[in-house]
């Protein structure tokens, strides 16, 4: 290779967008390589108990309409519960991890989501029925919010009911009668 000293700026400029261009290429090898592996890692994992720490599962993070980020980051199950599991993820350069707690029964299913006020994280073993699954998760999600939200409607009539009683009545006549 000639030596860079006695290259102009325009033969530079060449090298650098060349070198550039291999560099891009070769992350991009590097990132396919890795995806090769974790699917390789994951062929035998179908659901979600299946996992071990630091195995990777296909993330998307996304707000409305708009897809964040696509891409595999490493889960951690922790605080196994009767009810709930823990969920830690985390990606080596995106900002792509988070933590939150999920129905146990759904790690017999091979994907969840996550809701929060400002995006969502849907996991799946499978990434090639993403759209499909997050279409069964967010039912899911929604099912399970309508039965909470009918529950705390609930126990607010019990409540109410329960304040309205006769012998609260005759506690509030006792109080304002003074």
């Given at each position: 290779?000639?030596?860079?000293?006695?290259?102009?700026?325009?033969?530079?400029?060449?090298?650098?967008?060349?070198?550039?261009?291999?560099l891009?290429?070769?992350?991009?090898?590097?990132?396919?390589?890795?995806?090769?592996?974790?699917?390789?890692?994951?062929?035998?994992?179908?659901?979600?108990s299946?996992?071990?720490?630091?195995?990777?599962?296909?993330?998307?993070?996304?707000?409305?309409?708009?897809?964040?980020?696509?891409?595999?980051?490493?889960?951690y199950?922790?605080?196994?519960?009767d009810?709930?599991?823990?969920?830690?993820?985390?990606?080596d350069?995106?900002?792509?991890?988070?933590?939150?707690?999920?129905?146990?029964?759904?790690?017999?299913?091979?994907?969840?989501?996550?809701?929060?006020?400002?995006?969502?994280?849907?996991?799946?073993?499978?990434?090639?029925?993403?759209?499909?699954?997050?279409?069964?998760?967010?039912?899911?999600?929604?099912?399970?919010?309508?039965?909470?939200?009918?529950?705390?409607?609930?126990?607010?009539?019990?409540?109410?009911?329960?304040?309205?009683?006769?012998?609260?009545?005759?506690?509030?006549k006792?109080?304002?009668?003074?």
């Amino acid at each position: 290779m000639e030596d860079v000293r006695k290259l102009n700026k325009e033969q530079l400029l060449e090298l650098k967008t060349n070198i550039d261009a291999r560099l891009r290429h070769m992350e991009q090898e590097e990132k396919k390589q890795i995806k090769k592996q974790i699917k390789e890692q994951l062929k035998n994992k179908t659901i979600l108990s299946d996992l071990d720490d630091e195995d990777s599962i296909f993330c998307v993070n996304f707000s409305g309409s708009k897809i964040y980020n696509a891409e595999y980051v490493k889960i951690y199950f922790s605080q196994r519960m009767d009810d709930y599991t823990k969920v830690t993820t985390q990606h080596d350069s995106l900002s792509m991890g988070c933590s939150a707690s999920i129905r146990s029964e759904l790690m017999e299913g091979h994907y969840f989501l996550l809701v929060f006020s400002s995006c969502m994280y849907f996991f799946t073993l499978k990434s090639e029925t993403w759209k499909e699954d997050i279409k069964k998760a967010l039912d899911f999600h929604i099912k399970i919010k309508k039965e909470n939200t009918n529950k705390n409607i609930k126990e607010l009539k019990d409540n109410l009911k329960n304040f309205m009683s006769a012998e609260n009545n005759k506690i509030i006549k006792d109080k304002s009668s003074i």
